[in-house]
T-cell receptor, first 113, second 114 residues
Framework: DGGITQSPKYLFRKEGQNVTLSCEQN?????MYWYRQDPGQGLRLIYY???????QKGDIAEGYSVSREKKESFPLTVTSAQKNPTAFYLC????????????FGPGTRLTVL | GENVEQHPSTLSVQEGDSAVIKCTYS??????FPWYKQELGKRPQLIID?????GEKKDQRIAVTLNKTAKHFSLHITETQPEDSAVYFC?????????????FGSGTRLQVQP
């Protein structure tokens, strides 16, 4: 099953630690996105990238950072500056632009201990 | 930021009945309106979308209608089945991302009672 993958599925972090979530796609998509999902709040956009070496902040970028060095990869780092990082994180990709179907990864559930 | 508001937050129907979920958006220049379905423990998947040059689109038991004047669009599911039970999200591209990314609604949990 190719497409878009995320790892790990579950992640536990101690307060004050940075942690990096992996997102890889083999769909040859230019655009990639990171969302945070909390109960009752839908999908909130953290960062997005339309092309390699370029990315933009979404609605809730504070406390997060990303890189886009390769077309296939868009890792998300949750820093110690993120005050409430426990959540379910979803990565997605699409052909260029938002007016196209987004394909989601299986998600990573991050828990801060 | 731009809003995409979705109602209701929960919806319970009897099997065979119809279900309607409505979303409103604030950016009058938005031109693409997808609906995603997320089953329990699974990733969201696109079920239908509509572009601003049409007012309605159907795919078997699901349809989406768009009213650009009122800035709202709705998902209609007819002859509901237990497997339609899921969380449904609407979305639209918004001005504060240069319309390069989607803003999602808060979701509707649909429960189809057998």
């Amino acid at each position: 099953d190719g497409g878009i993958t995320q790892s790990p599925k579950y992640l536990f972090r101690k307060e004050g630690q940075n942690v990096t979530l992996s997102c890889e796609q083999n769909l040859n998509h230019d655009a990639m996105y990171w969302y945070r999902q909390d109960p009752g709040q839908g999908l909130r956009l953290i960062y997005y990238s339309q092309i390699v070496n370029d990315f933009q902040k979404g609605d809730i970028a504070e406390g997060y950072s990303v890189s886009r060095e390769k077309k296939e990869s868009f890792p998300l780092t949750v820093t110690s500056a993120q005050k409430n990082p426990t959540a379910f994180y979803l990565c997605a990709s699409s052909i260029a632009g938002p007016n196209n179907e987004q394909f989601f990864g299986p998600g990573t559930r991050l828990t801060v201990l | 930021g731009e809003n995409v508001e979705q109602h209701p937050s929960t919806l319970s129907v009897q099997e065979g009945d119809s279900a309607v979920i409505k979303c409103t958006y604030s950016d009058s220049a938005s031109n693409y309106f997808p609906w995603y379905k997320q089953e329990l423990g699974k990733r969201p998947q696109l079920i239908i979308d509509i572009r601003s040059n049409v007012g309605e689109k159907k795919d078997q038991r699901i349809a989406v209608t768009l009213n650009k004047t009122a800035k709202h669009f709705s998902l209609h599911i007819t002859e509901t089945q237990p497997e339609d039970s899921a969380v449904y999200f609407c979305a639209a591209p918004t001005r504060d991302t240069g319309r390069r990314a989607l803003t999602f609604g808060s979701g509707t949990r649909l429960q189809v009672q057998p």
